[in-house]
């Protein structure tokens, strides 16, 4: 279907690509590299660059611990919904007359039961 004319050799390195290669491997290695002028220019550079890394790995986990922080939360606002609801829902049968009346005979209180309802006492005088 195609037909190339030429092979592509452009993936291999010439002798001399290797050459230059190794010498800044070299370079590297021996650390002869870091004391280059270019090197040496882009310094601040390279130093905001380290900052902002570490300013980035630190709010990574800032953003972890406060992101634990609140699931805990809110396990325990949900727990203490809970609680307050059963509470709640106690209270509410405690009160009723019959679990009061049934209460002060388990206690032996000498109350009784007013067998009248409740009414206003209205003052003559408007006070």
Known sequence: ?????????????????RKVLAKSLRGVVNGSVLSKKEVVRELPFLVLLFVMAMV?????????????????????VEELRIESLSLASDF???????????????????????LRPPYKIYLKDGK
């Open 92 to 114: 509410m049968r405690m009160s009723k007359q019959s679990e009061v009346i049934k209460r002060i005979k388990e206690e032996k209180l000498n109350l009784e039961e007013s």
């Open 56 to 76: 980035s790995i630190a709010n990574g986990y800032y953003y972890m611990k406060t992101y634990r922080e609140m699931v805990t939360l809110e396990k325990e």
């Open 1 to 17: 279907m195609f037909k190339f004319s030429k092979k592509y050799n452009d993936f291999i390195p010439t002798s001399e690509e």
